[in-house]
C-alpha cells in the first residue's frame, strides 16, 4: 500500500489524508485521476466516518449515572454515619447531657417536698460556772447552757408544706420537657446536616468524576485538533482553543480534587477521631417523597420546637403560681427521736430514761417585704406573655417553614429525571458536534461549548440530587420520620 501510494503521488496527484490519527497510513491515500475519484473518495469516507466513530467512542461509552470511584478504606453508609455522628457531635453530646440534668432537677425538685429523716448527732462542752462552795453539779458558765456536758444523738424528720415546693415540681418537670424537646431538635438538626455533608460528599466523588472525563474528553479533542491542522484540515486557531480549552479542563480537575478532599473532611469530622481517615461512601437510592397531608400532619404531632415552646409557656406559668405562693405561708413540721441528755446513755445515774421525743410544727405568715413578691409576679407575668407570643410565633413559623420545605423538596424531586435527561441529551449532542466536526461540518466553538454543556449538565444533575436530599432531609427534621 505504501508503494500504490508513492505511485500515485508520482503519477500527479494529491496526498489526502484522513482526519483521525488512528487511520493507517496505506489508506491515506492519493488521488490522482477521475478513475481514482469515485471508489477512492466511498473508501476514504468511510474509513473517515469509522475513525471518527472512534474519536468520540469515548463519549458514548460514559453511562448515564458515574460510577462511583475505587473503594479504599472504611466503607461508610448513611446510617452509620448518623450513628457514629452522634458519638461525636459536641452540640449533640451537650444536648444529651443538658437532658439527663434537667430529669435529674425534676426527681431532686420531687424530693425535696418528701419528708428527710437524718440521724444527728452532736456533743457540747460548756466551762462550769464554779460556784463557791459546789464541787459538783456546777451549772454550766453560759446561760444558753443545758449541762456542762451535754449529748444529743437523735433521729430528725423534717418537712416543708406549701405551694411553693409543689409548684417548684411542676416547674421542674416543664423544665424536663424544654431539655427532651431542645434534644429532639438537635438530634433532627444533626440527622440533616449528616444528610447534607455525606450527599455533598457523594456528589463531589462523581464531580471529580465528571471533571477527569472533561479533562480526558478535552485532551482527546486537542490531539484531533492537531492532527487536523498537520493534515491542513483545520485552521491553527482550532488547535488554539482545544489547548486553552484543555487548560482550563486541567484547572477545574485540580479544582475538583480540593473540593472532593474537603466535602470529605468535613464529613469526616463528624465520623472519626482522625479526621485524616480513608473512607468511602455506599450511595444509597434516593427516598421517596412522602405525601403532603401526611407530612403535614406528622409535623403538627411530632415537631419539638413546637413542644419546646408549648413547655415553655408551661413553665412560664408555673413561675407566676410559684410567685404568687410567695403570699401564702409554709408550714414547717419536726419530729424528733433519741437522746439530750448529761451522758451518752439510755438511761441516767438515777434510772430514770433519757431516750425520748420532740416534736414542733412552724407556720410563718407573710406580713411586709417591701412589695418583693409583688415585683417579682410581675417579672414572671412579663416573661410569661414573652413566651406566649414566641408560641403563637413559633405555630406560624411552622406552618411557613413546612411549605417552604416540602415545596422545595417535591421541586427537587420533579427535577431528578430532567436533569438526567439533559445530562444524556447533552451527551448525545457532543458525540454528534465530534462528528460533524471530524467531517468539517461543525466548528471548534461548537465542540467546545458542547463539552461545556454536557460537563455543566452533568454537575446539575449531581446538585439537583444534593438539592432534593437535603431539602428531604429538611422536610424529615420538621416531621420526625428518619
Known amino acids: ?74 466503607i461508610i453508609t448513611l446510617d452509620e454515619a448518623i450513628a457514629r455522628a452522634r458519638m461525636n457531635e459536641p452540640n449533640f453530646a451537650s444536648a444529651v447531657a443538658a437532658a439527663k440534668v434537667a430529669n435529674l432537677d425534676h426527681a431532686l425538685a420531687r424530693a425535696a417536698v418528701l419528708p428527710s429523716v437524718v440521724y444527728h448527732n452532736q456533743f457540747l462542752y460548756t466551762e462550769p460556772h464554779h460556784a463557791k462552795g459546789q464541787d459538783t ?20 424528720a423534717t418537712e416543708t408544706i406549701g405551694l411553693q415546693g409543689i409548684t417548684a415540681v411542676a416547674r421542674a418537670s416543664a423544665a424536663s420537657s424544654i431539655a427532651n424537646a431542645g434534644l429532639e431538635i438537635a438530634r433532627r438538626g444533626l440527622i440533616s446536616t449528616v444528610v447534607t455533608l455525606y450527599y455533598s460528599a457523594l456528589a463531589a466523588d462523581q464531580k471529580l468524576l465528571v471533571a477527569r472525563r472533561a479533562a480526558d474528553e478535552s485532551a482527546n479533542f486537542m490531539t484531533l485538533t492537531q492532527h487536523r491542522e498537520d493534515a491542513r484540515e483545520s485552521a491553527h486557531a482550532d488547535t488554539i482553543k482545544a489547548q486553552l480549552t484543555d487548560q482550563q479542563r486541567r484547572r477545574d480537575l485540580s479544582d475538583a480534587q480540593l473540593a472532593n478532599e474537603k466535602a470529605h473532611l468535613d464529613l469526616a469530622v463528624l465520623l472519626f477521631d482522625d479526621p485524616r481517615t480513608v473512607y468511602t461512601l455506599v450511595p444509597s437510592a434516593p427516598n421517596e417523597l412522602p405525601v403532603r397531608i401526611e407530612a403535614e400532619a406528622a409535623a403538627g404531632r411530632h415537631n ?51 431516750l425520748g421525743y420532740s416534736a414542733s410544727a412552724t407556720l410563718d405568715i407573710p406580713v411586709w417585704d417591701w412589695f ?29 417553614q413546612f411549605n ?6 417535591n421541586a427537587a424531586h420533579d427535577q ?12 448525545e449532542s457532543l458525540r454528534l458536534t465530534r462528528l460533524r466536526y471530524t467531517a468539517g461540518e461543525a466548528t471548534v466553538l461548537e465542540v467546545v461549548d458542547a463539552q461545556s454543556s454536557l460537563t455543566a449538565a452533568e454537575i446539575a444533575r449531581e446538585d439537583g440530587n444534593v438539592r432534593y436530599q437535603t431539602a428531604l432531609a429538611n422536610l424529615q427534621t420538621l416531621t420526625g420520620n428518619r
Open 416 to 427: 431528578l429525571q430532567s436533569l438526567a435527561d439533559s445530562a444524556a441529551t447533552a451527551r
Open 404 to 409: 417552604e420545605v416540602y415545596n422545595e423538596a
Open 137 to 156: 453539779n456546777q451549772p454550766p458558765r453560759f446561760i444558753g447552757g443545758n449541762a456542762v456536758h451535754e449529748y444529743t444523738s437523735q433521729a430528725v
Open 304 to 354: 419539638p420546637d413546637l413542644e419546646s415552646a408549648l413547655a415553655t409557656l408551661h413553665a412560664a406559668s408555673l413561675d407566676v403560681v410559684g410567685a404568687r405562693a410567695g403570699y401564702l405561708p409554709d408550714l414547717s413540721l419536726s419530729f424528733n427521736y433519741g437522746i439530750d441528755a448529761q451522758q451518752f446513755a439510755i438511761h441516767a445515774p438515777d434510772g430514770s430514761r433519757n
Open 1 to 74: 500500500m505504501n508503494r500504490l501510494a508513492n505511485n500515485l503521488r508520482g503519477k500527479g496527484g494529491v496526498l489526502l489524508k484522513c482526519a483521525s490519527p488512528s487511520l493507517p497510513t496505506p489508506f491515506c491515500l492519493t488521488l490522482g485521476g477521475l478513475a481514482w475519484s469515485g471508489m477512492a473518495l466511498s473508501a476514504l469516507a468511510f474509513f473517515c466516518t469509522a475513525s471518527s466513530a472512534q474519536s468520540v467512542e469515548a463519549v458514548e461509552a460514559v453511562p448515564p449515572n458515574l460510577a462511583v470511584p475505587a473503594t479504599t478504606g472504611q
Open 372 to 400: 418583693s413578691i409583688h415585683d417579682r409576679v410581675k417579672q414572671k407575668t412579663s416573661l410569661r406573655e414573652a413566651a406566649r407570643v414566641t408560641l403563637t410565633n413559633t405555630q406560624r413559623t411552622l406552618i411557613a
